[in-house]
């Protein structure tokens, strides 16, 4: 619950509040003392109850906490002992029921979402519904009470409940030194009868919670004053009656309001951040993966500065090499000469080594002998600015014994950033920026689109009142519209399920309307900065239900994130502003670009939006053009990033379809623009041409690695440092060409490109029959319905053990890479659905649903959270490619250019489907094999309805 890059309250399946995330990051383990309770009074004395379900035994044992009894929880209250859940997004509902509670107990929990109007899809604002039902023949007398903590408090002092009409207020305020602290929660309910307890009693020990119990169950009204200072938590209460057959239902509000950050990510486009601080890191920064490996409570972690975008060095005072080995723990990027610690003997570079693209430090040795009596200095670079664009680094020691580690025997530790400043070493920035401090003349801190349209928490509630049963209504009536359709339930279950990504912190908006999203989020913050153009491509919710969201990424990737020579960042900078180039662009990610302007201009149908963005893609286009295919054969050539954190040397399937994707979007933007679009359509005619005859081989798409005849230079691996055996592998490794490449494989994105060409209106770009072979290939060799004899070195808790999965790649025909391409073993859940929605477009449909029923049962909420697709990260964005299964199986598309409905049903003659447009929403649908549409929000223009090729008039 909550509102798009508003910050979110988790409704649980036994009616708990868990997953508080107000302060615009991840808090997945936030389960404040927060509940809801009711006091039933009867003759044999009053029964008392939390309106919760029984605690679920994962969170008994194993959690934070659990080793002391998880104190300061209502775990130990009694509760209801039958609940069950129903999801029917954006709307929760849990049915309570208890031999000894004389009533019926429903909640129904939800907040805001509309499609096409994305301000009142934005607000931070949830409501829980309590309604109560007498199903005796006696008059019921009851009191329900909210009770809470002041989760808002951040322990900084100052923090105290304030008062409202018919509620109260958790309030943290903020300071001069840290602003971003303020924050507030109103909770208050629509009873005007409501008795408030403003601050809970003040003891030791459980005194708090132990009176707050006494109250709930004897009913008492605490009616206790707002008080001066911290308060440990505060009730309201709302005492009913109920004759028999009576309902009544108590509306719970909540809106917050934190308007100021610290989020701050990217490097600005003059190089301007630095990347060292003036002190060492403490461990794992905001935004990064957990940090692991090296010693005591220090080190160098260049992420904690600027993220990725930070650039500097750190430089040793010279010392002399009086041992043989220097040993010294590293992490963080693999980039020679980027991302590195270097031995400088007389100002040269003799020894490097750089991280593995892991948070995890390992060791490091090397042999120095023959520089003994010699002055050297131990510098760290960081001077990449994309993804794994940082280095972690600790204890750096001399040491005449290789095998042990530097922290024992006869170590002379030359730093082991325990100390609160770096020492003597020398800090460097980049040019424009103070040595550890801040640059001038960018952006501060990130501001939430809401902060721009309220003043307070007392604005949120005002307008949360006075427009409740409005938004109720709206969110309703497209839960209804959502839901009433023909479409299998797994297919309508995939796709709300991940609808609940734009509710957290995944997806933040800031304070202009522009959206800028993490692909997912850790435990504590967000994971993999920057709207990720690559993990963005996947995801087609936002598009349709948000066209006016959707399109403010292309207008950060074309403009803030493009350069002027056409080179895109694909991490942008928050807030959004122009950023640094010294990073590979995703080929993938810029080519989807294009198609996705293409894609968002026939959504909108805006051509003058189409206009303006034109010169910006033809700019994009030839930078690609240019970089990966200079001798212009059709397909990528030079070395190109991806996905897969990793570049591709020589042409293949899978950026190659984005190419060809990119350049028929191109022709056709170009012709609505009367542009030359010439060389477009020769390179889009030789690439098909290669395509099919040169990468595919009978069965699929697949890669030629190359590396000669480039314009990039390939450096085989060093077998220095190795045993004789790993010198041998080494040699073979370099005998098959640069590591974490497909080859003849069978890649389950291998024809990606194609199906975004598909989804956005572009039609079949190659030849229809070998697409269908490829993804043939793709359901027999890589979808597992049991994976248990499946080996993964890489993450395997996506998928394992007699789980079904898709694998990202086999290789079917042999050949098989020593080192493929990272993360080849995993399954992720964004890949299965756009696999799963191309089948389905190509009109085989069992096995699209063999797929997306796998997915499914395996969050099915026995193991893993229904709603909580993790890649790299929880509620990763790539899984939002499961919205493509209705286009999948329906052929439906609205074109607001030429004002007409595309249908092309893979589930017969009589369907009825959600159709969401830029303009409002409803179903569409055959019946007897002719066209409908329902709007039910909103209206668009149709001026012809295609039904598989044939032309109708509705």
């Known amino acids: 619950m909550g509102g798009i890059g508003a910050g979110m309250i988790c409704l649980e399946g036994t009616g708990a509040l868990s997953h508080v995330s107000l302060r615009h990051q991840m808090e997945v383990f936030n389960e404040p003392c927060t509940f809801a309770a009711l006091c039933v009074k009867g003759k044999a004395g009053p029964v008392a109850k939390v309106l919760e379900g029984q605690v679920p035994g994962w969170k008994i044992f194993g959690k934070p906490g659990t080793g002391n009894g998880s104190p300061h929880t209502p775990y130990g209250f009694p509760r209801f002992l039958d609940s069950s859940f129903q999801a029917r997004f954006p ?18 929990g939800w907040s805001p979402f509309i499609p096409a109007d994305s301000a009142q899809s934005s607000l931070p604002v949830a409501a829980m519904e309590y309604t109560f039902t007498n199903p005796t023949d006696e008059t019921i007398e009851a009191v329900f009470s909210y009770n809470t903590k002041n989760f808002m408090s951040v322990s900084s002092g100052g923090d105290t409940v304030l008062p409202m009409k018919n509620g109260f207020i958790l309030w943290q305020p903020g300071s001069q030194d840290t602003p971003e602290q303020e924050g507030a929660c109103a909770i208050f309910v629509d009873d005007d009868n409501v008795v408030v307890d403003h601050c809970w009693f003040k003891g030791g020990w459980w005194d708090s919670l132990t009176m707050t119990w006494e109250n709930i169950k004897t009913a008492r009204l605490m009616d206790n004053p707002p008080v001066k200072g911290a308060c440990p938590g505060a009730s309201l209460f709302v005492p009913f009656n109920l004759k028999p057959g009576q309902t009544r239902t108590v509306r719970l509000m909540m809106a917050w309001y934190v308007p100021k950050t610290q989020l701050r990510y990217g490097q600005d486009a003059a190089g301007s951040g630095p990347a060292f601080s003036t002190t060492p890191s403490k461990g794992t920064a905001t935004g990064q993966q957990t940090v692991t490996g090296f010693k005591g409570k220090g080190l160098v972690n260049t992420y904690d500065s600027h993220g990725d975008g930070g650039t500097g060095t750190l430089t040793s ?63 760290i670079v960081d001077n990449a600015t994309g993804a794994w664009g940082h280095i972690n680094v600790d204890h750096i020691a001399m040491t005449d014994v290789s095998g042990a580690s530097p922290s024992t025997r006869d170590p002379m530790v030359l730093n082991d950033f325990e100390s609160a400043s770096y020492g003597d070493w020398t800090v460097e920035g980049p040019p424009c920026c103070p040595d550890g401090g801040e640059c001038e003349d960018v952006p501060t801190y990130h501001s939430p689109f ?33 839901y009433d359709t023909t479409l299998p339930p797994e297919v309508v279950e995939a796709v709300a399920a991940n609808l609940t990504i734009l509710k957290t912190p995944t997806v933040l908006r800031q304070k202009d309307g522009r959206l800028w999203c993490w692909e997912g989020c850790s435990d504590s913050s967000g994971c993999c900065a920057g709207s990720c153009t690559h993990v963005w491509n996947y995801a ?39 950023v640094d180039h010294g990073f590979h662009a995703a080929s993938d990610g810029q080519l989807g670009g294009i198609i996705k302007v293409y894609r968002d201009w026939r959504i909108s149908g805006d051509t003058m939006w189409l206009r303006k963005m034109w010169p910006h893609v033809k700019q994009s286009l030839a930078y690609c053009i240019d970089t990966w295919d200079p001798r212009h054969i059709g397909v990528l050539e030079e070395p190109h990033h991806n996905t897969y954190d990793i570049e591709y040397w020589g042409p293949e399937g899978h950026c190659s379809s984005f190419y060809l994707g990119a350049l028929a979007a191109a022709v056709a933007m170009g012709d609505a623009v009367d542009a030359d679009v010439t060389l477009y359509q020769k390179l889009l005619t030789q690439g098909k041409v290669v395509l099919e005859t040169d990468l595919f081989n009978g069965e699929y798409f697949y890669q030629k690695i190359q590396t000669e005849g480039l314009n990039a230079r390939f450096n085989p691996l060093a077998a220095s440092g190795n045993g004789q055996g790993y010198q041998d592998i080494v040699s073979a490794l370099n005998q098959q060409g640069p590591k974490y490449q497909y080859g003849t494989g069978c890649l389950s994105d291998g024809i990606l490109g194609f199906w975004m060409a598909r989804m956005a209106g572009l039609g079949q770009i190659v030849d229809e029959q070998k697409i269908k072979s490829n993804l043939n290939a793709i359901h027999k060799y890589n979808f597992k319905p049991d994976l248990s004899d499946h080996a993964n070195p890489q993450r395997p808790t996506y998928a394992f053990g007699t789980e079904g999965g898709l694998l990202l790649c086999t290789w079917p025909r042999g050949g098989q890479l020593s080192i493929p391409f990272v993360y080849s073993d995993e399954v992720w859940t964004g890949i299965e659905y756009q696999v799963a929605s191309h089948l389905m477009v190509e009109g085989m449909v069992e096995k699209g649903l063999d797929i997306v029923r796998a997915c499914r049962d395996r969050y099915d909420g026995r193991i893993r959270n229904p709603f909580n697709e993790y890649e790299c990260g929880h509620w990763y964005a790539r899984a939002m490619s499961s919205y493509g299964l209705i286009q999948g199986l329906t052929g439906v598309r609205y074109d607001a250019v030429n004002k007409t409905l595309f249908i092309d049903s893979r589930v017969g003659n009589d369907f009825k489907s959600f159709l969401s447009t830029a303009r409002g929403f409803g179903s569409v649908g055959l019946k007897n094999g002719k066209p409908f549409v329902d709007m039910k929000m909103g209206a668009i223009e149709i001026d012809s309805v295609i039904v598989s090729g044939k032309a109708f008039k509705l």
Request: proline share 3%; charged share 25%.
């Open 540 to 578: 087609q919710a936002i598009c349709h239900l948000f066209p006016d969201l959707e399109r403010t990424l292309r207008h950060t990737e074309f403009e803030e994130s493009q350069s002027l020579e056409g080179h895109q960042t694909f991490r942008s900078a928050l807030p959004i502003r122009p």
């Open 450 to 482: 809401y902060a721009g349209k309220f003043s307070s928490v007392s604005d949120v509630a005002t307008y949360w009142k006075s427009h409740y049963q409005t938004l109720r209504d709206k969110s309703a009536l497209f839960r209804d519209t959502f």
């Open 91 to 108: 709307f929760g509902t849990i049915q309570l029921a208890d031999a000894d509670m004389p009533v019926r107990v429903s909640i129904t």
């Open 317 to 379: 005072p010279e010392f002399v090499v009086s041992k043989k080995h220097i040993q010294f723990l590293v992490g963080g990027g693999s980039h020679t000469g980027q991302t590195c610690v270097n031995l400088l003997i007389d100002g040269k570079v003799e020894r490097t080594a750089t991280g593995k693209n892991q948070e995890a430090l390992s060791r490091m040795t090397w042999d120095v002998t023959s520089f003994k009596g010699k002055k050297a200095q131990i510098q």
